[in-house]
């Protein structure tokens, strides 16, 4: 099975809002961190967000109050809750799972378990 399946991206207009879910397919791949990335069309992989294990939540500065990253009642879901969207955050959303040490949150090479991603489409 998928060790993270990513779901909930779809196409919207700019001001809008989605709510992508990761789900994992045992909750220990994220004992330590969970995080959300997103890939724009000719760009890198860009770390958007992440939970650690212990509570601990991060964001890029630059979604800082727009993107809201929280745990599921059950364990093993993530969520990513995106406000006031703008064409500039169109781009594929992946959530990346670690379940050993993740230094930096945001380096894509830090985790080991990846989703093949969600398409999110933001029109102007």
């Known amino acids: 099975a998928q060790p993270l399946v990513e779901s909930g991206g779809g196409s919207v207009q700019a001001g809008g809002s989605l709510r992508l879910s990761c789900k994992m397919s045992k909750w220990g791949y994220a004992r330590r961190c969970l995080g959300w990335f997103r890939q724009a069309p000719g760009k890198g992989r860009e770390g958007v967000a992440a939970i650690y294990g212990g509570g601990e939540i991060y964001y890029a500065d630059s979604l800082k109050g727009r993107f809201t990253i929280s745990r599921g009642n059950a364990k093993n879901t993530v969520y990513l809750q995106m406000n006031s969207l703008t064409p500039e955050d169109t781009a594929m959303y992946y959530c990346?799972?670690?379940?050993?040490?993740?230094?930096?949150?945001?380096?894509?090479?830090?985790?080991?378990?990846w989703g093949q991603g969600t398409q999110v489409t933001v029109s102007s």
């Open positions: 990346a799972a670690e379940r050993l040490y993740v230094r930096t949150w945001y380096e894509p090479d830090a985790y080991r378990y």
